[in-house]
């Protein structure tokens, strides 16, 4: 086998060598962003000129060859008819028993001998060499790494070991613009794959940008250059943003049995806490026509960690004074504070979902006043809880969720004995509810689907809980309100078992967005139904209660920041409060800013 060189076709050749003047010219330096990222050394074009020389460079050293045994056989003419009667040279092959890769940072060895297995043996040409190559840079870039590339040193092959080396394209300079309310150097933070020295892998790279991009207020989007230094990359993180905080005033009359209808709402979040994007939101709910008959302040902080998973704090307070009875007055003050722990799950395919576990410390104190008489029955626990959240969008527009969670209280837990009245001192649960003794646990699941049908869209919600023992009346399972079975009061039949079901058809946008600054406008007809169970219900309690209505609503959204919705409701089921046939509009009235 004959001796054959080439030149790598990221450098010049010289003219005095086997290929003559081969000179090619990489492209100049080009803009680009991370989805339409073209190879930032070099073009196509080049790379197909490339091989066409190693072609031409073989051929010439035969050529060379052939010249210089004319000049030593007899007349020109003689040779010229003997060498018309030869046939052809095949395309010259030689034996290729191993591919000494250098330059590789980031594939596992594995990877690149599954590459380049294939191009070994005997009888290999230069168009197998290249197909190594190829080869070898199409594994870097199925597994991310677009910036790097494979080329072909100038060498010699007559020992069978063939050089590949690989060119990392790695990050030279990275740079934050356009930053008005986010740290730039947080936003840095965010995006390590992009950092200076890196190879960059583009799948991580598109997972953490991602994670950036999770808040409304803020966009991040990569643009790549090729770098001043030969074999490097530009990268710059274009930032839009605005400022983080957010607000909503909300008139509505979702209110219980014995209490004034309207309630108002007002809920503030400020979203880029200590520059770490954390979150912090407060929310306000009161009786306007009687503020001292309910006052409920929730708040609520959140510390998003890169990866998806999440530290969260909540705190609730409440209190009331009810009429309940024309000789009763219900009190009822009390607090509660939770610890929430979330874990972003890996996504399957467009399946999105995380876990979640949670412990909460509620305190209740509640009186019950009948003329100069009271009764006070507080209770104080530490449930635990444990919940699964999902979501997945349908090719074909749908969305559908899913959250199941698990509750647990555990007896010993803050376990404590108080005086209850008639049944003498008892277990706090006992004194609030007939053979409860605080070592529940309940599981609660709740789904939904909305599937668009043309223009139209149908929606479908069935939840449903399961207890192992009574409950109280703040763990039980309500039916009732909006949200829940239209058509009756917040929370008018509760037990510890339940199921709750919605069927919802919707129209089309009735309005071009825009047209008198309203964006959507949209009318529906639903069906409700709800059904709970209680475990063993005292005397003159019903064991088992139902709702259902049908009716049709409204909904409206304006200026992107008013939103009313209209339900209008006919229970065909006798409630608590409510009466068969009498119908009930549920009314909410909000403002985004």
């Known amino acids: 086998m004959g001796l054959f060189s080439w030149s790598s076709p990221t450098t010049r050749s010289r003219g005095d060598g086997p290929f003559g003047p081969c000179v090619f010219t990489p492209d100049s330096r080009r803009l680009t962003t991370l989805a339409g990222m073209k190879p930032l050394h070099r073009a196509l074009a080049f790379r197909a000129q490339a091989v066409a020389c190693f072609v031409l460079g073989v051929l010439s050293v035969h050529s060379t060859g052939a010249h210089a045994q004319a000049q030593a056989t007899p007349p020109a003419d003689s040779a010229a008819s003997a060498a018309s009667a030869k046939p052809a040279e095949a395309t010259p092959a030689f034996a290729v028993y191993e591919y000494a890769v250098e330059g590789n940072t980031v594939l596992p060895v594995a990877a690149v001998e599954k590459a380049v297995t294939p191009f070994l043996g005997e009888g290999k040409t230069f168009a197998d060499v290249d197909g190594a190559r190829a080869a070898l840079e199409k594994t870097y870039q199925d597994a991310g790494y677009l910036s790097v590339f494979v080329d072909l040193p100038e060498q010699a092959v007559g020992d069978g070991v063939i050089r590949l080396v690989v060119l990392e394209g790695r990050i030279e300079r990275l740079a934050v613009t356009g930053s008005r309310y986010y740290s730039q150097g947080y936003i840095r933070q965010q995006v390590p794959e992009l950092a200076e020295g890196k190879v960059p892998n583009f799948n991580v790279v598109q997972a953490q940008l991602a994670v950036v991009n999770r808040t409304e207020d803020r966009r991040v989007q990569p643009v790549l250059r090729p770098g001043h230094d030969n074999g490097t990359v530009e990268a710059e993180l274009q930032v839009t943003d605005k400022l983080p905080v957010h607000g909503t005033v909300e008139l509505n009359n979702n209110h219980a049995q014995y209490t004034k209808p309207w309630r108002l709402q007002a809920s503030a979040r400020y979203d880029n806490l200590f520059q770490g994007d954390h979150s912090l939101s407060m929310t306000a709910i009161v009786a306007p026509q009687d503020v001292n008959e309910s006052k409920v302040l929730m708040l609520d902080y959140s510390m998003p960690e890169p990866d998806g998973d999440a530290w969260r704090m909540s705190a609730l307070f409440s209190d009331s004074s009810i009429q309940a009875l024309s000789a009763a007055t219900v009190i009822g003050k009390g607090f509660e504070l939770g610890l929430h722990r979330q874990w972003a799950l890996p996504a399957s395919g467009n399946w999105l979902h995380n876990l979640t576990a949670s412990v909460a410390y509620k305190d209740t104190k509640e009186r019950t006043l009948v003329g100069s008489d009271q009764l006070a029955t507080p209770i104080r626990y530490v449930p635990f809880g444990l919940d699964y959240g999902g979501s997945f969008a349908h090719e074909d527009g749908g969305l559908s ?193």
């Open 401 to 593: 969720t899913l959250s199941a969670s698990m509750t647990y209280g555990f007896r010993q837990l803050l376990r404590r004995r108080q005086d209850c009245a008639d049944l003498g001192e008892n277990d706090q649960f006992a004194c609030k509810r007939n053979n409860a003794d605080g070592g529940f646990a309940y599981l609660r699941l709740d789904g939904r689907h909305t599937q668009p049908l043309g223009r139209w869209q149908v929606d479908y919600r069935l939840a449903v809980q399961m207890s192992s023992q009574p409950l109280i009346g703040a763990e039980q399972f309500a039916i009732g309100g909006p949200g829940s079975v239209r058509g009756y009061l917040s929370a008018e039949a509760l037990g510890d078992h339940g199921v709750v079901s919605s069927l919802e058809v919707r129209t089309p946008n009735l309005v071009t967005p825009g047209w008198w600054n309203i964006e959507e406008l949209r009318t529906y007809a639903f069906v409700d139904a709800g059904l709970v169970r209680t475990i063993y219900a005292a005397q003159g309690q019903a064991a088992r209660q139902g709702l259902g209505s049908v009716g049709v609503g409204l909904k409206l959204r304006a200026t992107k920041a008013l939103n009313l919705t209209l339900d209008l409701a006919d229970p065909f089921k006798t409630g608590t409060a409510t009466g068969i046939h009498d119908p009930r509009l549920h009314m909410a009235l909000s403002l985004d800013f």
